[in-house]
């Protein structure tokens, strides 16, 4: 009895949308139009879709998604199969007929439909800015809805990366995947980016070829502000690991302390170098690059650091010249 009375307030909410709806929806991505001009008659059971589809249907309860399927509150458009693919009766119309397939959408409609629901991830104004969104990359580039189907690799990625195979490993320990992605993140983001792998390969990195750390720890997939990678927030990144690099500190050094250049960058790598420490130079040239003055005359070791001189290169308490920690 409660069910259907929910049932029915979905129904004229829905129908209030779609009336409402509608006639301004011309700039509405293809899933919101279909979703607008569904009236309740257009939706049927999960069971009816298993019917035809019983592979796909039959694993879905144990799916992250699976409380769409469990949940008889949800109003209709967003309930069950449905809410990814659209009424199915209009899917099977015999004029007119539609669903919403992730795979021969766009990218740009393929992710509209996602977003539907995960605006709290990011909104689809961010998603617009981010380089994979500009790139024609998808949600599902990334992320596989049914666990049990084939991850669709993208065709270009299938052309790069090992052997041309994108299911191989980048490296033996690998993270299990989270959040459904295709596979753990070094195989996923190495197959497009295989430069950034081989920088994980020089003699000293950040031991992702370990497990031990992973792409978001430092790329947010979904940044919510600016698109971009601000220093600031790089910096942030960083620190949250090396905490004793934060600060403050009473005599702060302007690049570590981001007051100038591009913070941590200025003189790491961040994925891996063959030097130590992932140093961009194991010369005095490192420092050299901002302070030119002293590259002739002022104490002309090998570096600024090893000799027992500036060991607080990062900021120091007790010493403006960085002598000490
Ligand atoms: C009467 C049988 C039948 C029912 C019921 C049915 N479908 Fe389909 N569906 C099909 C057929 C046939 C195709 C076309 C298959 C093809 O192109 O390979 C299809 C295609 C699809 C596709 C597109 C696959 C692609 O990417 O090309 C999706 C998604 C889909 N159905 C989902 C659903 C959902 C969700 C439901 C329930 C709301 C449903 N179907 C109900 C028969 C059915
Ligand atoms: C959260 C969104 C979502 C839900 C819910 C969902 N699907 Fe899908 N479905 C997708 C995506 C994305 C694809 C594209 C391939 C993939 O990622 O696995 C897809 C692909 C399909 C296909 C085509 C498979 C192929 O091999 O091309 C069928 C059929 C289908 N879904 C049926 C269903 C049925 C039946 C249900 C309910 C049990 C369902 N889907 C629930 C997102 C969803
Ligand atoms: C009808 C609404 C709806 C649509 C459309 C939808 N999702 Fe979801 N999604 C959900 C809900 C609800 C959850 C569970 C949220 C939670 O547990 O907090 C979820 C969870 C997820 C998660 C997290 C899973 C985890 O392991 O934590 C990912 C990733 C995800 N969705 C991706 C997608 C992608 C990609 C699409 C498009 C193909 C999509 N969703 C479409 C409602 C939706
Ligand atoms: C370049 C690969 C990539 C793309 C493209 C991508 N994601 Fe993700 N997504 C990830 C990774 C990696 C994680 C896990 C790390 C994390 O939680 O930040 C994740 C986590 C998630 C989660 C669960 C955690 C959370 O942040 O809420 C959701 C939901 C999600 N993605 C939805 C989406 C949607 C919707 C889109 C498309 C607009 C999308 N993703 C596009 C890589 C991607
Ligand atoms: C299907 C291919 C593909 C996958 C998978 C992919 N990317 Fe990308 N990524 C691209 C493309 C294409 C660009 C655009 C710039 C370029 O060509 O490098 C890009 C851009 C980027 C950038 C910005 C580069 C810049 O110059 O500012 C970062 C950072 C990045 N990706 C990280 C990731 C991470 C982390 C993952 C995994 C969670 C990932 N990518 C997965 C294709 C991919
Ligand atoms: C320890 C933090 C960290 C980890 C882990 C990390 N990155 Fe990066 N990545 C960075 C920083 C910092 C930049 C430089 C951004 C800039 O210059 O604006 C960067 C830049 C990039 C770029 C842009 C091209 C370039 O090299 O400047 C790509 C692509 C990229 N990373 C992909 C990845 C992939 C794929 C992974 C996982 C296999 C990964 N990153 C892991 C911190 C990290
Ligand atoms: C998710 C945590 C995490 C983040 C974020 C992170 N690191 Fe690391 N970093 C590590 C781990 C773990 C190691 C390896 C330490 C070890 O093996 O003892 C490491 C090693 C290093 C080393 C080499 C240390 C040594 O003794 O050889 C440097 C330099 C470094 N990180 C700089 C950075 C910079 C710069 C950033 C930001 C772009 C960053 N890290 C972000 C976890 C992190
Ligand atoms: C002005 C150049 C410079 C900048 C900027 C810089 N570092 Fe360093 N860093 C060094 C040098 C030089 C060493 C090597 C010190 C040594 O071998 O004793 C080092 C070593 C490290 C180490 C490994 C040894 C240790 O002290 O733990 C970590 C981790 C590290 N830096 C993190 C960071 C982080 C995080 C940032 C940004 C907040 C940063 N660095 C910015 C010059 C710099
Ligand atoms: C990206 C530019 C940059 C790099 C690289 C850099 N510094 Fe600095 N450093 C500065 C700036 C800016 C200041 C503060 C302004 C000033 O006094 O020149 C500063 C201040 C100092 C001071 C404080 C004394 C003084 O002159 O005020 C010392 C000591 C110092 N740096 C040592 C180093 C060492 C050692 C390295 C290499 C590990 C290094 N710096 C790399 C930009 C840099």
Redesign the pocket.
Known sequence: MKVQVLFLAAGIALLSYGFTGSPQNKGASQAERLFARATPDDYMSDAGCAECHDGIAKNFPSSPHAALVSDPSLPLDKKGCQGCHGPGNIHQAEEDAEVISFRKMTPKESAAACLRCHAQTLSENHWKRT??A??D?SCV??HQIHTDTDPAW?T??LKKGKAGDPRTPMFVAKVDPKAMLKAD?AT??G???PSTIAEFRTSNHHPVPEGRVV??DC?T?HPTKDAKLTHDSLKGKCVTCHTDKAGPFTFEHDPVAGFTGNGCQECHRPHGANNPKMLNSVTRGLCAQCHTDKLATHYPGRTCWNAGCHVASHGSNTDPRFLKQ
């Open positions: 380089e994979h500009r790139a990359l580039s990334c993208e270009h990625a993140e996923l983001c197959q497009c980016h792409c978001s790329h997939p």
